[in-house]
C-alpha cells in the first residue's frame, strides 16, 4: 500500500520557520520525482517545489523562492519542505505529492493526508 504521510505543521509567528516532513513507504522512492503542494483555506492547490529522485535538481514556486528548500534523504524514504521567513499567506494544508498535474488529483498522482500550516501573530 502505497503511504505519504506528511509532518512538522504547526502554529508559527510570520518571519519564523518550520520543517515539513514526509514518511513515504509502499513504492520506488527513490526512483520518484516528488512535489509539495499546498491549498491555502477556501483555495485550489498550489504547487510549490519539486525534487528529482536523486536530489539534485529542484524548482520552486515564484512565491516561496529563496525562502522555502525541497531536499530529500532516499535512505530513510523521507522527503522534505524548510520553510523561512513565513508570511501568513504561507497558511494553508501542505501535501507531499507524486502528481502529474499537482493543481488537481489525478488517477496515478499518490498523495498524503497534509499537514497543517498556521502562519499568524
Known amino acids: 500500500e502505497v503511504q505519504l504521510v506528511e509532518s512538522g505543521g504547526g502554529l508559527v509567528q510570520p518571519g519564523g520557520s518550520l520543517r515539513l516532513s514526509c514518511a513515504a513507504s509502499g513504492f520506488a522512492f527513490s526512483k520518484t520525482l516528488l512535489n509539495w503542494v499546498r491549498q491555502a483555506p477556501g483555495k485550489g492547490l498550489e504547487w510549490i517545489s519539486v525534487i528529482n529522485s536523486g536530489g539534485g535538481s529542484t524548482s520552486y514556486a515564484e512565491s516561496v523562492k529563496g525562502r522555502f528548500t525541497i531536499s530529500r534523504d532516499n535512505s530513510q524514504n523521507t522527503l522534505y519542505l524548510d520553510m523561512t521567513n513565513l508570511k501568513p499567506e504561507d497558511t494553508g494544508v501542505y501535501y507531499c505529492?507524486?502528481?502529474?498535474?499537482?493543481?488537481?488529483?489525478?488517477?496515478?498522482?499518490?498523495w498524503g493526508q497534509g499537514t497543517q500550516v498556521t502562519v499568524s501573530s
Open positions: 505529492a507524486k502528481c502529474v498535474r499537482c493543481w488537481v488529483r489525478d488517477r496515478d498522482d499518490y
